[in-house]
């Protein structure tokens, strides 16, 4: 090839045929090459001698019908690309600053610049890129007292759904805010803090418009609008949703006054706490035991002869025969415990035959009593029900009593019956004092 001989012939880059190409020349993916459209030329004239038969390893003429239609898609491709590419000597010539990126874009999870005629990812991002939350069904939410972290991304002229709805308490913090807007009434593009995007940084002062959403902050800010009230939450410490808001959807946008007149991509992380109570279960199985340090026995009517259960190891408290007075006898499960908790439901399940009322039904009677109060949720049996329980839901619990019996008699005579209290199960938000 060199040097220069006055001896020289043209002859084929290729020794010996060489084996055929078996994808499309210009179908995805493909690689970019940038060069002077002067050369074009004579780039499609060195190509074409993959149009030649002698060029391809094979003898089946629809295998070399198919590689030269191949060739020739890849002439045309090639002498599509003629106009030149001009890239600034010096960015400060340039009369606008972003003439440097002339686009912005998300291509596989990538920020890229449309730079110099060349698409290339904008530095300082995560090696696995961004991807957008899915902000339909099965989006995840935040469990009480628990935070979940989404990664948005948005287009300045749109808005982005936070995919859970927040309440009073609950806390918002936005992070990794990257990308840039423009909008027309602002010849400048703008990084998500307000501030001029330029040179793959955030410079220069925030630029105010009283016609915005929040006129007292940075155009092209990242805000966030709950219920009908927009919020800065771009401070860098976590936002607290204010009082009043119940199940309020967010969304976030650039503060421009028009987003239609804007342009751009965003992407950022939005990290969520959900403020409300811890939920919890206790489930006192009684079969297992007696709960002593918790569940005790009072006498009834604070009479010694009067205890209020007999606890049966293996089975759970069963009815005791008690004497309130000299001629009241009764067959009765009371137990009861002093704490202090939250409480959203209690359920005592038992089972029970009935005794002999003597002529007072009144007294096959179950109920709770809670903080000392009245008794609540009387439930009246007078005959053997299925699978019977009481349930209640009472805030701000400090004690509780549950108050089971089965029979009573005025004659100083056991009115026989029985009561099995197997299960007491409780639900509370906060702490769980069990």
């Known amino acids: 090839m060199w040097p220069d001989s006055p001896f020289a012939i043209p002859v084929s880059s290729y020794q010996r045929p060489v084996p055929l190409v078996l994808v499309d020349p210009c179908d995805n993916p493909d690689v970019a090459i940038y060069v002077r ?5 004579y780039i499609i004239g060195s190509l074409k001698q993959l149009m030649l038969q002698t060029t391809w390893a094979t003898d089946d003429p629809d295998a070399l ?22 890239c600034p000597d010096n960015v400060t010539e340039w009369s606008d600053e972003m003439a440097v990126c002339e686009s912005l874009r998300f291509q596989n999870g990538k920020l890229q610049g449309l730079c110099c005629g060349v698409w290339t990812d904008i530095t300082g991002q995560p090696a696995q890129g961004f991807q957008a939350s899915a902000i339909g069904s099965g989006a995840p939410q935040p469990a009480p007292q628990g935070c979940v972290t989404y990664n948005a991304a948005f287009s300045a002229q749109s808005t982005w759904l936070l995919p859970y709805p927040v309440n009073t308490g609950d806390t918002i913090q936005v992070s990794n805010a990257k990308g840039a807007s423009y909008n027309s009434t602002n ?18 002062s925030a630029i105010l418009n009283a016609g915005n959403p929040m006129p007292a902050i940075a155009s092209g800010r990242l805000i966030a609008k709950i219920g009908a009230t927009f919020y800065d ?3 860098g410490s976590p ?10 959807n967010v969304t976030f946008q650039v503060n ?19 403020n409300a109570a811890a939920a919890w279960t206790k489930v006192f199985d009684f079969t297992t035991s007696n709960f002593g340090s918790v569940w005790t026995i009072p006498n009834r009517g604070n009479n010694p002869a009067a205890p209020g259960a007999v606890y049966v190891p293996g089975v759970g408290y069963q009815s005791a025969l008690s004497k309130f007075t000299p001629s009241n006898w009764f067959r009765q ?33 179950f109920y709770m009593q809670f903080n000392g109060a009245a008794p609540v949720n009387n439930v009246f049996m007078p005959t053997t029900p299925t699978n019977p329980q009481i349930n ?14 089965c029979g009573f008699s005025p004659a100083s005579a056991d009115p026989g019956g029985q009561i099995t209290l197997s299960k007491i199960t409780i639900t509370g938000t906060g702490t769980n004092p069990f």
């Open 187 to 204: 010849t400048q593009w703008q990084c998500p803090d307000g501030l001029l995007f330029f040179a793959g940084g955030c410079i220069g």
């Open 233 to 235: 939450v771009m401070a």
């Open 65 to 86: 019908n198919l590689v030269q239609s191949r060739a020739s898609t890849l002439l045309d491709c090639v002498a599509g690309s003629t106009a030149p590419i001009v």
């Open 392 to 405: 209640n839901s009472v805030l701000a619990v400090t004690s509780v009593n549950v108050f089971l019996q």
């Open 37 to 41: 459209s002067e050369w074009i030329p």
């Open 256 to 274: 421009y006054q028009t987003l239609a007149s804007s342009g751009g991509d965003l992407t950022f992380d939005v990290a969520v706490c959900n």
């Open 239 to 248: 936002f607290t949703v204010p009082a009043g808001v119940v199940n309020q």
């Open 333 to 365: 499960v009371i137990i009861g415990h002093t704490k202090s908790y939250n409480q959203t439901s209690i359920k005592a399940e038992f089972t029970f035959t009935p005794g002999a009322y003597n002529g007072n039904t009144a007294d096959q009677t």
